[in-house]
């Protein structure tokens, strides 16, 4: 049966099989080792999934009404301070075109899916960069992708 810790894990499961150029993490996990051998600093990705609410689109009775779950994918990008945004620009570019326009998670209950980046307002985002995206050692770009949980409640 899906439900919406199954959307998030879909989510989660798509971005680790599609995603190789750094390592990655997830939120209230351990962060992974972001150094090369020499100990120069490696870009990884910070993978964070914010629920913004939920709204009925479809009357009916309880458990015949189409919820919605909507929210935004946010996909930081670190790398080294000083060494330009170019990297982390493209880096995070290429996670917004990963989630464009995909659907995810549909193949669990028959009208239940997430859906990532759909329409004209919902093509990723990026975030190049500010003042405070420097905290001394990284710099941080920002993909944000809107998602969406669908299904009948």
Known sequence: MADYAGAVAAVKAYF????TATPYGFVNE????????????????????VHAGSTIMGSGTPGQQTIVYDGIINAHVFVEKGSGDADGLAKAIAIGE??????????????CFVRTGFDRNGVPRIDSGDITSDD????????????????RG
């Open 16 to 19: 680790t099989s599609n995603w």
């Open 30 to 49: 351990a962060a992974p080792v972001s150094t090369y051998e020499d100990g120069t600093l490696r870009p990884w990705v910070l993978f964070e999934l």
């Open 98 to 111: 990963l989630f464009r326009n995909k659907v995810l998670y549909d193949a669990v209950t028959a009208g």
């Open 136 to 151: 001394g050692k990284w710099f941080t770009v920002t993909a944000a992708i809107p998602w969406e949980y669908w299904h």
